[in-house]
């Protein structure tokens, strides 16, 4: 075993370690168990992702109930229980339990993954998240921007949540690791924003028209944070958005009222086959930026692989996409060493070097390979800890977020508020993503050994 | 079948049977990446350098003249794109007298020798793609992603029914007893004659054309006379690559040129793409058999729509206003696709009312070359006008609930929503071929498909719906030719969308689809004897 993978294997068993016993949570091993069967039939699965989906616009539990039967009527062998449920469906009143049952199902899965239905009711969520040794990051859930107004609406929603947290953020107790790193303090509030919901005018094949569009509301987004002292990070989405995200991103903090701040982020989809293009373009900005504060590097997989995949066959492209999971693992690890060594470092003496990182570094993954090597790679070439954040999605996240406070490394939660309605589309996203053949979520749930787990992509 | 990403893999009917490699369709260019836009603008510099192209009038292989009337440019009208000779009605006469000569020694050759010459026109096309697409931006003012299209659906025409026709050398399997042998087979009808609208500039008359051909006719094609300069791409890839000449005839012209074409008693064949009236025109003039004319005429005609989009409660709007617009307002409204009424459950009507109504509002009405337009110029004067009458009806019987911002200059009609409109507005059952969508509420999706029945059209048409059963009950109660589900409604591809309509709006097989080469066929059966003496001798 080459000496990386060793340094790499100890610190995953001890991550794993420090995972809470799932015992302890009786409700979501029961969620754990709703999401092994979806996972294993893939009829069940659909059934299970169109009820989920279409639940908001059911008018009534009666409608909800109807939807719920037509779609276990195309699952072709139907667990005892759900064979039950449907002989029900056959009266109102039946439809009527039915239907809420359903309803409240969704709602419990919903409350999983969304923290809140507005930043003023997030705050207990967030406090304690706060107190228990994690970080977060608010993202706005919202339907679709088509129009001026539902623009306008997101940005001032989003101006709305920066003021709200931090006004609550002020009362939250000291946490050392969370608030400082060695490039300097660290804002307690930490809004992540879509660019897509800033502008209804996204044209993947005319960047520059959302992007002059969409300036105009991140700007006074920019500004609020940074009189708030709160961190904006603009989320990555699919393809089409990427052009138009990173153009408006280093043209907006390249502003010379922005140069001082506010502390702010991108994303880096390491799923993209030209991802390391991607990277190359954010370290020449970066280094070619008069701005003081470091750009924060949050690099992911990418949760949009059905739709490139998809989208690219449709139109007879090469997907833009690795089609192996393990070439985007391999990648993500490749990415997190470029990353991790664009920072300076130490001297001969082992004082760190007196010049700002061009870059914060922030790894978000629910695979503990992945977040193993990157805390082992950054050990291992004499990074500290606090220099390393960890993020990871609320209700998915959530034990491996223990785990990683536990272990004394900064651990940011992505919460999303918002509700049911406009949370839809990435409630059955994440559904997706944890019943997927493929996921490491998935393989840790049905019970694949810890050397199984950590095995180099 | 999965592939080894786990997704589904499409499964090809036309699966290398044919030793031309499986169909598949032309992949679009990649709008967005930058490379492929600049590569795109750079070909139209190039074109613009060389306009005004010469298209001229071709009988048999002949060049005629050249000078006749000028296409110009929908966003800048005084731009003169392409010069063409004016096709007479003698033209016509030889045109079709060529192809009498042509169709005998094209249909004398086989089916792979023709199909050859199809993929090999395909690949003309292919090779001058970025400067069609720019073509088409100027004759048509048709956007980048909707003229790149339109380039590939001409080449997936040729390919599909090089292929197509293949499978039809040899008859389908007939019943045999025994004593007699029974064989089925299809022969080319003779002379095909193709007119052809200008909204689909190239991808409609190479289909027209190709279809006529794969199956051994000759075609004499008289294309719009807004967009001859697209026509001419054709017939040179054609020609340039083994198709002899008296094959196929162009004849540039206005409608009294197809008028002739159509009655003449030499043409076997007529493919129309056009407006309802003159398809109607045509059908009766071609029930005609003047002395002399040993033939019944065929039409085989696509004609206009009245396209409609059923909104039921339960749809997600976050797909539907995307949907929508994209299908009623892409390329002005000017497809026989395009959607111009929605009719929408009640209980979502208002906010989809408005979540469209500020999704138009912040379209971009502008020239086709810029790429960022969602709404180029309409074709011409007369459409601006006709639109514009159609509007201000809507407002005499409704409300205009929005209206857009025009640039100067150019045929520009700004794209509008109306609501509130009587039963009887007339802009709720004519075809209005423009940037103008209404709103209806319906008490439900069957009111709804009563709605849908009582038109005479039958092209396209569109469902939201979350519920199987709403799926299922719709698909099978509405007429329509092209039914889509949770989707936009245009933009059907070859081989995987077989296009057409029903009832009024057209008649025939639909296009890109299995059936449609057989329209250009004649059928002969054969049934042999094989008794000798009380034998059989087999
Ligand atoms: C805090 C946080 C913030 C995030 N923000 C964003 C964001 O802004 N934008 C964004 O796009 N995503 C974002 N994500 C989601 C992220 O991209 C992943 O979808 C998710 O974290 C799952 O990856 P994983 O490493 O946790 O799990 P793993 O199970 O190890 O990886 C799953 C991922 O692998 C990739 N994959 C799956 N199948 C294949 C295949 N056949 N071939 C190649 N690759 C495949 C996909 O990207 C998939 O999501 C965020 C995640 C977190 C934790």
Partial sequence: MPHGEELLTRVGRDLHAALPSPSRHPIKALDAKGMELASRDAELRAALFRLVDVTPACRSLDDLARHLAEYVEEVDERPQALEAAMRVAHTAPGRRALGAAAATGVRHMAHRFIVGESPQAALGVLGDLWKEGSACSVDLLGEATFTREEADRYAARCDEALEVLSVAAGSWPGRHLLEADSAGPLPRVNLSVKVSALTPLMRPDAPHVGREDAAQR?????????????????????????????????????????????????????????????????????????????????????????????????HGWTPPVFEVKAESDRNFEELTRRLLDSRPRKDEAGMPSPSNPLLRVAVASHNIRSLAHAIAHNRATGGEDRDLELQVLRGLGDELGIAIAASGLRVRSYCPVGDLVAGMAYLVRRLLENTSNDSFLGEQQRGASIEDLLAAP | MKDEAGMPSPSNPLKDATGLGAFINEPVLELRRAPVRASLTAALEELDGRLPLRVPVLVGGERGADAGFESTDPAVPERVVAQAGRATESHVAEAVAAAGRGAREWGARSAIERAVVLVRAAAALRGRRLELAALMVRECAKPWPEADADVCEAIDFLEYYAREALLLEHGPALLQVPGERNTMGYVPRGVVAVISPWNFPLAIPTGMVAAGLATGNAVVLKPAEQSPGCALALVEALHGVGLPPEALSLLPGFGEVGAALVRDPGVHTIAFTGSGAVGLDIVRAAAETPDGQGHVKRVVAEMGGKNCVIVDSDADLDEVVPALVDSAFGFAGQKCSAASRVLVHEAVHDELLERLTGAVEVLAVGPAERFGTDVPPVIDREAVERVAGYVEGAGRSGRVAIRGQVPDGGWYCPPTVACDLEPDAPVLSEEVFGPLLTVERASGVDAACGAIERLPFALTGGLFSRSPATVARVAARLPLGNLYVNRGITGAMVGRQPFGGNRRSGIGAKAGGPDYLLQFTETRVMTENTMRHGLVVE
Avoid at chain 1, 269 to 284: F, H
Avoid at chain 1, 297 to 313: C, F, I, M, S
Wanted: hydrophobic share 40%; glycine share 6%; proline share 5%.
């Fill in chain 1, 218 to 314: 991140l700007r006074p987004l920019l500004r609020r944070a940074q009189d708030l002292g709160a961190h904006l990070h603009i989320d990555m989405e699919s393809l089409d958005a990427l052009e138009t995200t990173m153009e408006l991103v280093f043209e907006l903090l390249d502003e010379p009222e922005f140069s001082d701040g506010p502390s702010a982020g991108v994303v880096l989809q390491a799923y993209l086959r030209d991802s390391g293009q991607q990277l190359d373009r954010i370290l020449e900005w970066a280094r070619a930026s008069a701005r003081r504060p470091p750009l924060t590097v949050r690099l992911v997989k990418g949760a949009y692989w059905d739709h490139e995949v998809v989208e690219a066959r449709r």
